[in-house]
């Protein structure tokens, strides 16, 4: 069994700053991509910041020099700074880990409970 744990939403005044965590733990075999969606009312989830197993990162062009994505592959955690913040950030942002659990030799996708990141103007 894999589970997700996030941290580190809250309210923010726009310029500000948040830092969310996601650790997985569990029956992990091995994790290949660590990714930050996010999704505010009314529209669809989109994905904010990606990170794959190596050093390769990706940002939504949104996001982009304000946002940094981060793992600690030791702590099987995933970080995301959220610097200079406009209330257009406002949203509840998921975690989404790929992950091959020791039960399957088949990677899946797991997802975070989601924590909710409001910024006010």
């Known amino acids: 069994q894999v589970q997700l744990v996030e941290s580190g939403g809250g309210l923010a005044q726009a310029g500000g700053s948040l830092r969310l965590s996601c650790a997985a733990s569990g029956s992990i075999f091995n994790i290949n991509a660590m990714n930050w969606y996010r999704q505010a009312p009314g529209k669809q989830r989109e994905l904010v910041a990606a990170?794959?197993?190596?050093?390769?990162?990706n940002y939504a062009d949104s996001v982009k020099g304000r946002f940094t994505i981060s793992r600690d592959n030791a702590k099987n955690t995933v970080y995301l700074q959220m610097d200079s913040l406009k209330p257009e950030d406002t949203a509840v942002y998921y975690c989404?880990?790929?992950?091959?659990?020791?039960?399957?030799?088949?990677?899946?996708?797991?997802w975070g409970q989601g924590t909710q990141v409001t910024v006010s103007s």
């Open positions: 989404n880990v790929h992950l091959r659990d020791d039960s399957s030799p088949y990677p899946r996708i797991y």
């Open positions: 990170a794959t197993s190596g050093t390769r990162t």
